[in-house]
């Protein structure tokens, strides 16, 4: 299969770039490096520099490869800064996604995988949050996803366009070869930002509100693999094969784990205390929010490998104690 990957020199989408290579597919990367990093791409894998919203680009890219499926991570996913910047992240994730499906049905691509979010829901009604959720952004960063799911589910009845949208919860860890890693700037993402505190990279982490009606007063999320989700994607394509129609999963563990537990865990696998102060809550934050995968597990036949909470934390401290590209 030969897959174009927008947005593969980021985060997660350079790990589904490596996840797809070992698998042994065809991979061409696309991605104007805003957030991504070059150096994530492995000098093997085609790299071309663009804007998903540039028609032009796009064409030529199309008309030189002949590409079987898209994976799309190309996003602004800031929840402060869309609020702050709701034009920037409309053009950016709906405005642009349109360019990108338009160049598509020229080529006559028709299978996509979309990366979602769990912000399509808004505040939680549930526990354990599946497909059936109520869908109420109360952000523009998840107001602009769920517009794509719908723009996806109305592609499919006029252009045949098979989709997958995969609603993430919280992605962490890094590949086990510490090649790869979560680099964000600004990071706002708690693991990477407990292990920056104990390797004493900026101020002490804070933790915001510890008055919760949870386990230990903190609030409790999902974090799931971050190869993990790559192989979510994969099993999402090889499910259009076989199946048409424009279909969302939600992605997670299923358990969820607590600020604290999450300090707990990084102060066992790294040895070391982790310098933090209790803040006061932030605005919007949800006591608990934790995934329901079964529809994941039931139709793509996917479990998330590494499941526990130090195997995550161990995964990304290696990269963090020495994060350079390799």
Known sequence: MKVLICGGAGYVGSHMVRYLVASKHEV????DLSTGHREAVPPDVPFVHGDIGDAARLSRLFAVHSFDSVIHFCARSLVGESVAEPYLYYRNNVANTLVLLGAMRDAGVDRLVFSSTAAV???????AIDETHPT?????YGQSKLMIERVLADAFLAYGLRSVALR???AAGADPSASIGEAHEPETHLIPNVLKAVLGQGAALKVFGDDYDTRDGTCVRDYIHVNDLASAHLLALEY???NEGAFTFNLGNGEGFSVREVIAAAERVTGRP????IAPRRAGDPATLVASSLQARQRLGWKPR????DEILASAWQWHLEPNWR
């Open 28 to 31: 061409v990367v696309y991605d």
């Open 121 to 127: 829901f808004g505040n939680p009604q549930a526990d």
């Open 136 to 140: 109420e952004p109360i952000n523009p």
């Open 168 to 170: 993430y919860f919280n």
């Open 240 to 242: 259009l094969d076989g």
């Open 274 to 277: 982790v310098p933090h102060a």
């Open 306 to 309: 590494m499941a526990s909470l």
